[in-house]
């Protein structure tokens, strides 16, 4: 069946230093997104992605679907405080309504 | 626009006693429901999901139930709760767009349960 991946688990980060998370499945996605999730909220809604090798931008976040679209990338670029939180990548089963979220990536950024 | 409503927000229940959070969405119609369950630093569990009224499809077996009483209205249930049934449980929506697209979840800001 269709594994999907997410790593790091946590990332530890000085705040104006850089962080990925990446999510990578066993077979090819239609499409992923991306949620946030703060220390005791609930996940939003980022960004979703479509085609493949797309990349997407959001003031410091860049978003990224691999060419084969078995691999997505969310990027953050001189993290602040306010941008700790759980990162997860979604997406949809089977081409079915089933959604299914990645572990997730817990940033924790040191001032 | 729309909104999505649970509560309560927090909840303390012994063991063995019952349990009812409710789900309820404004704002559009017929939408796929969803219960989520988060353990304390963990990922989404997808617990129950449902595309129409009385349509209930389960992940996960557990001494949880859920019910769709109405179109926007969605409900967990437990008569007897276990200290693992402890967690943050999130109701979330969304529209299915159909064939292979994954759809966006919108999230209610959830309840936090502890079992004692």
């Known amino acids: 069946g269709q594994q999907v991946m997410q790593i790091p688990q946590y990332q530890h980060v000085q705040e104006g230093e850089d962080f990925t998370t990446y999510c990578n499945s066993s077979?090819?996605?239609?499409?992923i997104q991306w949620y946030k999730q703060r220390p005791g909220g609930h996940p939003v809604f980022l960004i979703q992605?479509?085609?493949?090798?797309e990349v997407k931008k959001q003031k410091r976040l860049t978003f990224q679907f691999g060419e084969a679209k078995k691999n997505s990338s969310l990027h953050i670029t001189a993290t602040q405080t306010t941008d700790v939180g759980t990162y997860f990548c979604?997406?949809?089963?089977?081409?079915?309504?089933?959604?299914?979220f990645g572990r997730g990536t817990s940033l924790i950024v040191h001032p | 626009s729309q909104t999505i409503h649970q509560w309560p927000a927090t909840l303390v229940q012994p063991v063995g006693s019952p349990l009812s959070l409710e789900c309820t969405v404004e704002?559009?119609?017929?939408?796929?429901l969803y219960w989520y369950r988060q353990a304390a630093g963990r990922g989404l569990q997808l617990l129950f999901y449902?595309?129409?009224?009385?349509?209930i499809s389960s992940e996960v077996p557990q001494n949880l139930s859920a019910s769709r009483p109405q179109d926007r209205q969605f409900i967990l249930s437990s008569k007897k709760l276990l200290l693992s049934d402890s967690g943050f449980y999130l109701c979330?929506?969304?529209?299915?767009?159909?064939?292979?697209?994954?759809?966006?979840?919108?999230f209610g800001p959830g309840t936090r349960l502890t079992v004692l």
């Open positions: 449902s595309v129409g009224i009385g349509q």
């Open positions: 979330a929506w969304s529209v299915w767009t159909g064939g292979l697209s994954t759809d966006t979840q919108y």
């Open positions: 077979t090819t996605l239609s499409n």
């Open positions: 704002g559009t119609s017929n939408p796929n």
């Open positions: 979604h997406w949809a089963s089977g081409g079915s309504y089933i959604p299914t």
């Open positions: 992605l479509v085609k493949s090798g």
